[in-house]
């Protein structure tokens, strides 16, 4: 498992408005990303996170694969193109519209967990030998799905912010 960062920067013509909609998203994504993990797997191999919606596994490209002979950028290798779970819009929304499909998309995502694994008992923290136990800082998607499986059948936006807020104090 390899560590990261991610880091970000703001133009300086931003508006307030797109400002406003990055800061947003990325609240979202620290409240609520935890609650995505079942949707994805481990690849040991690789040492990264699969979406299990993808069709396709995107092929991994490092930098060195870059290659300009061409005269314009390329890689060496043929990267899969991912097939995207969700259908782009032709038109342009509102930043605010953006934040509220993202809201329907993690309630539908949670209704969906009882249905997709059901009363799926594997424990992955189970998995892990004794002695890199102490090791393990982040949750496991069987960990997550334990907490979603004690949810209603019907699941509102509102119980999700509710039971992210009581895991921050945690």
């Known amino acids: 498992m390899r560590m990261g960062f991610t880091r970000f920067n703001l133009p300086y013509f ?3 408005e797109e400002i406003d909609y990055i800061i947003d998203g990325i609240e979202f994504v620290c409240r ?12 040991v191999d690789l ?6 919606d993808e069709k396709e596994q995107q092929t991994r490209v490092w930098l060195g694969e870059i290659d300009y002979s061409t005269g314009m950028m390329g890689t060496k290798s043929t990267t899969v193109r ?3 779970p969700f259908e782009l819009t032709k038109e342009r929304l509102a930043f605010k519209d953006y934040l509220e499909l ?13 249905s997709a694994f059901g009363k ?3 424990d992955q923290l189970k998995l892990i030998p004794e002695e ?4 393990i800082w982040f949750l496991f998607p069987s960990q997550v799905l334990q907490e979603m499986m004690q949810l209603n059948k019907t699941v509102s936006y509102e119980q999700l912010l509710e039971l992210s807020s009581s895991k921050q104090t945690d």
């Not at 998309?105 to 009882?114: A, F, P, S």
């Open 82 to 84: 991912k097939v995207l």
């Open 47 to 52: 040492g990264i996170w699969v979406s299990r």
């Open 102 to 114: 993202a809201k329907e998309h993690l309630v539908k995502t949670v209704e969906n967990y009882k």
């Open 32 to 43: 609520f990303g935890w609650m995505f993990l079942p949707n994805y797997k481990f690849d």
């Open 14 to 16: 931003a508006s307030l």
């Open 120 to 122: 799926s008992g594997v």
């Open 132 to 135: 890199y136990k102490e090791l």
